[in-house]
């Protein structure tokens, strides 16, 4: 089977971060917590900072909305929100671990579809379409113009997730849309932005809190490893290093060299609440 390798990587890594915040702070959220009113950036507060960007989230779903699709429904602990409110819900996402979770936690309440967004034909219309962080995880070209197919007129998606800032060079940090880019489609599809609202500040620091666990936690357990496979298999240390040289100094680099913060963030990326309404 082919199996995109960016695709799987990032699963990877999505996966991986399920079982640690599960495993290390009790809670199934995946975004980035909402920084703000003094809360103290510590890693144990980040389920506090999660619960703070659902509530600002689902805050800005416009009134009157009863039926949602959640594009890249995680764990699904924010479609579960959604199905406490009384809203009817659909979640889509590829099928990986997280999608087990998602369909373990909704049970019968929500249908869990299995499917890449771009991949997955309407059958009904919604009166949202969410994407909690997951937006820039659907190809550009397809996102929103497939989103609004899910919609009648009127209709509403809703975004919460970062997006690449104009005019940088290549980020340290991966990932996101240009938003200018963003901006021209969907204006040439007609759809228009109701609420357009930047959470860079409140977002950024999620990154110092990576940077803080990579410094103290992960760079110091590498070394470790790498002591001691040096101590145990020299040899073998050794080739596998030099015949791996580049890939190994540029994985070092992104993850250990303290690139990856707050300020670098905010410098490359805008992490923005967008809301649009389907035009006639
Ligand atoms: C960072 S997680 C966000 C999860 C959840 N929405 C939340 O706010 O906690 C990104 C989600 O997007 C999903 N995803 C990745 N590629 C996708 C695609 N092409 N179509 C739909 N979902 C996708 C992942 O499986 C994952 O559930």
């Given at each position: 089977?082919?199996?995109?390798?960016?695709?799987?990587?990032?699963?990877?890594?999505?996966?991986?971060?399920?079982?640690?915040?599960?495993?290390?702070?009790?809670?199934?959220?995946?975004?980035?917590?909402?920084?703000?009113?003094?809360?103290?950036?510590?890693?144990?507060?980040?389920?506090?900072?999660?619960?703070?960007?659902?509530?600002?989230l689902l805050s800005h779903i416009p009134a009157g909305v009863k039926s949602v699709l959640d594009v890249?429904c995680?764990?699904?602990?924010t479609a579960e929100k959604l199905l406490e409110r009384g809203c009817e819900v659909e979640c889509v996402?590829?099928?990986?671990?997280?999608?087990?979770?998602?369909?373990?936690?909704?049970?019968?309440r929500a249908k869990?579809h299995?499917?890449?967004f771009?991949?997955f034909?309407p059958t009904r219309k919604f009166d949202l379409v969410l994407f909690s962080?997951?937006f820039?995880?659907?190809?550009?070209?397809?996102?929103l113009?497939h989103a609004l197919r899910f919609l009648q007129d009127g209709g509403h998606v809703l975004i919460c997730?970062?997006?690449?800032?104009?005019?940088?060079?290549?980020?340290?940090?991966?990932?996101?849309?240009?938003?200018?880019?963003?901006?021209?489609?969907?204006?040439?599809l007609n759809a228009a932005i109701v609420t357009?609202?930047?959470?860079?500040?409140?977002?950024?620091?999620?990154?110092?809190?990576?940077?803080?666990?990579?410094?103290?936690?992960?760079?110091?357990?590498?070394?470790?490893?790498?002591?001691?496979?040096?101590?145990?298999?020299?040899?073998?240390?050794?080739?596998?290093?030099?015949?791996?040289?580049?890939?190994?100094?540029?994985?070092?680099?992104?993850?250990?060299?303290?690139?990856?913060?707050?300020?670098?963030?905010?410098?490359?990326?805008?992490?923005?609440l967008l809301l649009l309404r389907k035009g006639a």
């Open positions: 089977m082919y199996v995109q390798k960016d695709f799987r990587s990032r699963d990877i890594g999505l996966e991986t971060g399920l079982l640690l915040a599960r495993y290390l702070l009790d809670t199934e959220n995946l975004h980035y917590g909402y920084w703000a009113n003094g809360l103290e950036l510590k890693f144990q507060n980040l389920p506090a900072a999660q619960e703070k960007y659902t509530e600002f890249g995680g764990a699904g602990v996402a590829p099928q990986t671990a997280l999608l087990d979770c998602a369909r373990q936690r909704l049970g019968d869990v299995a499917a890449r771009q991949d034909e962080e997951s820039q995880y659907v190809p550009f070209e397809q996102a113009p997730d970062f997006f690449k800032i104009q005019g940088k060079k290549k980020s340290p940090i991966g990932g996101g849309h240009k938003l200018h880019e963003f901006m021209k489609q969907a204006a040439k357009d609202i930047d959470i860079t500040a409140q977002t950024a620091p999620n990154l110092d809190l990576v940077d803080d666990f990579l410094t103290r936690v992960g760079k110091p357990g590498y070394e470790m490893l790498m002591e001691h496979a040096m101590a145990t298999y020299p040899k073998l240390t050794r080739v596998v290093r030099w015949w791996n040289k580049e890939k190994i100094e540029k994985v070092e680099h992104k993850y250990f060299s303290g690139i990856r913060n707050a300020q670098t963030f905010s410098e490359y990326k805008t992490y923005r």
